[in-house]
């Protein structure tokens, strides 16, 4: 997106309409299965429920201004280190990703491969 001047690509990837398309890209893909879709979706939109009000949720249905960032990984990093919500909610997500790591035992780059391809081909074969 920064690449075709359209800034970072944040204010894209924060709308529904974005939302959408990540769920039909991923239901073709995984063949139609609906959990991984559906898990991808409700990822998403918590996400996006987390960044609220600062997304354009109902673009292109409602005009919107995006702002077109030089350096989106520094104003990243400063909000990390000067906003107590960022912090929150990123010590809070890395919290869930340890638990998710230490619930399913993937202690290693391997495992968490070998779980991913096991999880999809079982969901598949359903």
């Not at 398309?21 to 979706?41: D, E, G, H, Q, W």
């Not at 990822?43 to 919107?64: Q, S, T």
């Amino acid at each position: 997106m920064m690449f075709l001047g359209l800034g970072s690509g944040r204010g894209y990837s924060h709308t529904l309409l974005f939302v959408a398309a990540c769920y039909v890209i991923t239901f073709l893909f995984t063949k139609r299965k609906t959990i991984i879709p559906n898990s991808l979706t409700i990822g998403i939109l918590f996400h996006l429920l987390l960044d609220l009000p600062e997304v354009p949720l109902l673009y292109p249905f409602f005009n919107y201004q995006f702002i077109y960032l030089e350096d989106p990984l520094s104003s990243w990093l400063f909000s990390l280190l000067h906003d107590p919500v960022v912090q929150i909610t990123e010590v809070l997500g890395l919290i869930f990703l340890i638990i998710i790591l230490i619930h399913n035992k993937l202690y290693g780059i391997r495992k968490m491969f070998t779980f991913i391809i096991e999880s999809n081909v079982i969901q598949i074969q359903e």
